[in-house]
């Protein structure tokens, strides 16, 4: 139901600032400011989302919990899509969306509402007969230290790489 209602308000919100701001400033400085939001909104998303990707690697790479990052991530992706969306209402709640300590008070809240049934990570694959850590699958080729063996037949020129001693 919430649904319906967001995309039911928000156009007439959107058009109720149109008319509300080009009445007042014009038609041709209410368009300048429509694409100056994207624009702007387009570089700090950009920025932004380059900070969350760091934050997730290191995040990643330290074993820590990646829910924080990923959540701060997402927002700013919903943020970008808001302000190339022309309006008002969406520029404000896409520019709320890049303030970290909005972000972080809205991931707060969200992570109250969701409740984790189980969470595990770096876990070990297991086959059917439990872990098997000692186990490397792998390819190889047998590699000969002739010279009266002809050369490979894939590899024409067959010249010594210099890694080995001839």
């Known amino acids: 139901m919430w649904l319906f209602f967001a995309f039911v308000a928000v156009p007439i919100i959107e058009i109720a600032l149109f008319i509300q701001l080009g009445g007042a400033i014009g038609v041709w400085a209410?368009?300048?400011?429509?694409?100056?939001?994207?624009?702007?909104?387009?570089?700090?998303?950009?920025?932004?989302?380059?900070?969350?990707?760091?934050?997730?690697?290191?995040?990643?790479?330290?074993?820590?919990d990646p829910s924080e990052p990923l959540a701060h991530g997402a927002m700013i992706l919903l943020a970008g899509a808001l302000l190339l969306t022309p309006g008002f209402f969406t520029d404000a709640v896409g520019f709320a969306l890049l303030v970290p300590k909005f972000r972080t008070i809205a991931f707060n809240y969200i992570r109250s509402r969701v409740k984790v049934q189980n969470f595990q990570m770096g876990g070990q694959p297991r086959g059917p007969r439990g872990p098997q850590e000692d186990i490397i699958e792998t390819e190889y080729h047998e590699v000969h230290d002739n010279d009266d063996e002809p050369p490979h037949p894939k590899s024409p020129t067959h010249q010594p790489s210099g890694w080995t001693k001839h």
């Open 30 to 64: 209410t368009l300048g400011i429509v694409i100056l939001t994207a624009a702007l909104g387009t570089m700090l998303v950009r920025e932004q989302g380059r900070q969350a990707m760091n934050n997730l690697r290191s995040s990643f790479s330290e074993l820590n």
